[in-house]
Protein backbone atom coordinates (compact mmCIF):
# COMPACT_ATOMS: atom_id res chain seq x y z
CA UNK A 1 0.00 0.00 0.00
CA UNK A 2 1.28 3.82 -1.25
CA UNK A 3 1.79 5.80 1.91
CA UNK A 4 -0.16 9.26 1.37
CA UNK A 5 2.89 11.35 3.31
CA UNK A 6 6.39 12.36 1.46
CA UNK A 7 8.93 10.05 2.09
CA UNK A 8 10.61 10.82 5.26
CA UNK A 9 6.95 10.83 6.22
CA UNK A 10 6.40 7.68 5.00
CA UNK A 11 9.81 6.06 6.22
CA UNK A 12 8.72 7.04 9.42
CA UNK A 13 5.97 4.99 10.05
CA UNK A 14 7.96 1.83 9.50
CA UNK A 15 9.74 1.55 12.43
CA UNK A 16 11.89 -1.02 13.04
CA UNK A 17 11.80 -1.22 16.41
CA UNK A 18 9.34 0.04 18.84
CA UNK A 19 11.93 1.83 21.52
CA UNK A 20 14.05 2.99 18.53
CA UNK A 21 15.55 7.19 19.02
CA UNK A 22 15.51 9.67 16.84
CA UNK A 23 17.21 13.09 17.28
CA UNK A 24 14.20 16.33 17.25
CA UNK A 25 15.18 19.05 15.42
CA UNK A 26 12.55 21.43 14.78
CA UNK A 27 8.71 21.35 14.87
CA UNK A 28 6.55 23.12 12.28
CA UNK A 29 2.42 24.08 12.36
CA UNK A 30 2.50 22.37 8.48
CA UNK A 31 3.90 19.70 6.25
CA UNK A 32 4.55 22.22 3.72
CA UNK A 33 6.93 24.30 6.17
CA UNK A 34 8.59 21.28 7.82
CA UNK A 35 9.53 19.76 4.32
CA UNK A 36 10.58 23.02 3.48
CA UNK A 37 12.94 23.45 6.56
CA UNK A 38 14.50 19.35 5.52
CA UNK A 39 15.71 20.38 2.55
CA UNK A 40 17.73 23.45 4.26
CA UNK A 41 19.05 20.80 7.16
CA UNK A 42 19.67 18.76 4.81
CA UNK A 43 22.17 20.92 2.45
CA UNK A 44 23.58 22.19 6.13
CA UNK A 45 24.48 18.90 7.79
CA UNK A 46 25.32 16.71 5.07
CA UNK A 47 28.56 16.18 6.81
CA UNK A 48 27.28 14.97 9.54
CA UNK A 49 23.60 13.12 8.79
CA UNK A 50 22.59 10.58 5.73
CA UNK A 51 20.04 12.10 3.58
CA UNK A 52 17.90 8.85 4.05
CA UNK A 53 18.49 9.62 7.86
CA UNK A 54 16.20 12.68 8.20
CA UNK A 55 12.13 11.95 8.87
CA UNK A 56 9.05 14.22 9.36
CA UNK A 57 6.65 12.77 12.24
CA UNK A 58 3.02 14.19 12.14
CA UNK A 59 2.30 15.02 16.27
CA UNK A 60 -1.12 15.99 18.09
CA UNK A 61 -0.51 17.41 21.18
CA UNK A 62 -3.92 17.61 22.16
CA UNK A 63 -6.52 20.55 22.05
CA UNK A 64 -4.39 22.89 22.96
CA UNK A 65 -1.47 22.93 20.97
CA UNK A 66 -2.59 21.40 18.10
CA UNK A 67 -0.69 19.03 15.08
CA UNK A 68 2.66 19.71 14.23
CA UNK A 69 5.30 18.10 12.16
CA UNK A 70 8.79 17.65 13.89
CA UNK A 71 11.99 16.61 12.12
CA UNK A 72 13.84 13.95 13.08
CA UNK A 73 17.72 12.89 12.55
CA UNK A 74 18.99 9.48 12.74
CA UNK A 75 17.54 6.22 14.14
CA UNK A 76 19.43 4.81 17.35
CA UNK A 77 18.54 1.76 19.50
CA UNK A 78 19.23 3.57 22.72
CA UNK A 79 19.87 6.84 24.45
CA UNK A 80 23.27 6.87 24.39
CA UNK A 81 23.84 5.74 20.75
CA UNK A 82 21.85 8.93 19.94
CA UNK A 83 24.30 11.62 22.34
CA UNK A 84 27.32 11.94 20.03
CA UNK A 85 25.11 13.25 17.16
CA UNK A 86 23.46 15.26 19.60
CA UNK A 87 26.71 16.73 20.82
CA UNK A 88 27.89 17.65 17.45
CA UNK A 89 24.35 19.45 16.35
CA UNK A 90 24.48 21.08 19.55
CA UNK A 91 28.15 22.34 18.83
CA UNK A 92 26.68 24.11 15.38
CA UNK A 93 24.20 26.05 17.75
CA UNK A 94 20.92 23.87 16.40
CA UNK A 95 18.15 22.78 18.61
CA UNK A 96 19.14 18.92 19.26
CA UNK A 97 16.56 16.90 21.73
CA UNK A 98 16.68 12.97 22.01
CA UNK A 99 13.49 11.71 21.65
CA UNK A 100 11.67 7.84 21.38
CA UNK A 101 10.29 7.72 17.81
CA UNK A 102 7.76 5.51 18.80
CA UNK A 103 5.26 8.10 20.68
Known amino acids: KKSKWPPPMA ?5 KKQ ?4 IHLASYKTVENASRELKQLRKQLEPLIRDEDFSIRRVDLGDKKGVWYRIFAGRF ?6 LA ?3 ALKGKHLYAEITRLSR
Open 11 to 15: RLWRL
Open 19 to 22: NEFG
Open 77 to 82: KDKNSA
Open 85 to 87: LKQ
